[in-house]
């Protein structure tokens, strides 16, 4: 699990152990067969409602377009730790080599924080539909929810890299025991051994990162529920909530366990409330994401059964 010596006291590291994931035998399959059908449902639906987004001219909308960004972003955010976390619950051999680590850490947090800035440009539709509805065609075009998925990509995958590459530098020695389940900045950097007072930085830079989103997101349903219990017709309001209501408990999901996580500082928790917390932003955020905007959506279901409904007929047809 070492590489090359470094001197004679320290033994350079090249790969790193997740000592977390419990032997095969010791439970390890009890955890894999409901992980794997979680995974498995995670990209099946967020795949099928990308389809059908896609595909079904009823829901070429600005909301569902950002519905449609946030599944595909969904599928590679999962894909960067789920796999690595299964083959460790079934392999004896729970390692990643350094540029793994790095590279799941980079592609994790880069496209966690995509999908924040697509959640915060969601939060402004939702704002521009509600408190400026005459407005909301000419304001909300199809370029400017383009320009904003790209600025989310751009934001992401660029705020990542110098943390990255920060980190890339320094030398990791002796112990190699990553406590968590997926490579993540403040496991490895207490593997370090070196000064790592630099993370102080590293947790600005999170900080503001999710407060900035979240300040924006809050501001815009504060005003959205302000302007929704003004609405004089019941039905209104009801239509209205509608609409929000699973985007916001998306957002409470995603931001409330990313903020336990990351805006702590010095705080510390057990390994277990860590992996707990972990779980909640890595596994059941993006399990109950699908569930959350299909089946609790009118518009979405009805898509999907034209879509499903159009695929028998075609198959009636070339029989």
Wanted: net charge neutral; with cysteine.
């Amino acid at each position: 699990m070492t590489g090359q010596m470094i001197n004679e006291n320290q033994t350079r590291v090249t790969e790193f152990f997740f000592s977390i994931f419990p032997h095969i035998h010791d439970g390890g399959l009890l955890f894999f067969i409901p992980l794997l059908f979680i995974y498995g449902f995670i990209i099946t639906g967020n795949l099928m409602i990308f389809i059908v987004v896609q595909l079904d001219m009823a829901l070429h909308t600005p909301m569902y377009f950002f519905i449609s960004v946030l599944s595909f972003l969904e599928i590679w955010y999962t894909t960067t730790t789920i796999p690595k976390m299964l083959f460790n619950l079934v392999s004896d051999q729970k390692t990643i080599s350094l540029t793994g680590c790095l590279l799941q850490m980079y592609f994790f947090h880069s496209l966690g924080i995509t999908e924040g800035c697509v959640l915060t440009a969601m939060a402004i539709d939702r704002y521009i539909a509600i408190c400026n509805p005459l407005r909301y065609p000419t304001i909300m075009t199809p370029k400017l929810c383009i320009q904003l998925t790209t600025g989310s990509c751009f934001c992401g995958f660029l705020l990542v890299l110098p943390e990255i590459v920060w980190i890339a530098t320094l030398p990791f020695c002796d112990s190699n025991q990553i406590r968590q389940i997926f490579c993540d900045f403040t496991p490895v950097l207490k593997l370090a051994c070196t000064d790592t007072s630099l993370v102080i930085i590293v947790d600005a830079i999170h900080a503001a990162e999710i407060l900035a989103s979240f300040l924006v997101i809050a501001l815009s349903y504060i005003r959205i529920i302000v302007v929704i219990l003004g609405m004089p017709s019941a039905e209104g309001r009801h239509k209205a909530f509608s609409t929000c209501a699973a985007h916001l408990v998306v957002f409470l999901l995603f931001f409330g366990s990313v903020a336990i996580m990351y805006l702590r500082f010095s705080a510390t928790y057990s390994v277990f409330w860590d992996t707990v917390i972990a779980v909640t932003f890595v596994i059941l955020a993006p399990f109950l994401n699908p569930l959350i905007y299909s089946l609790r959506n009118k518009d979405m279901k009805d898509a999907i059964k034209r879509l499903f409904s159009s695929q028998k007929r075609a198959g009636g047809a070339r029989r």
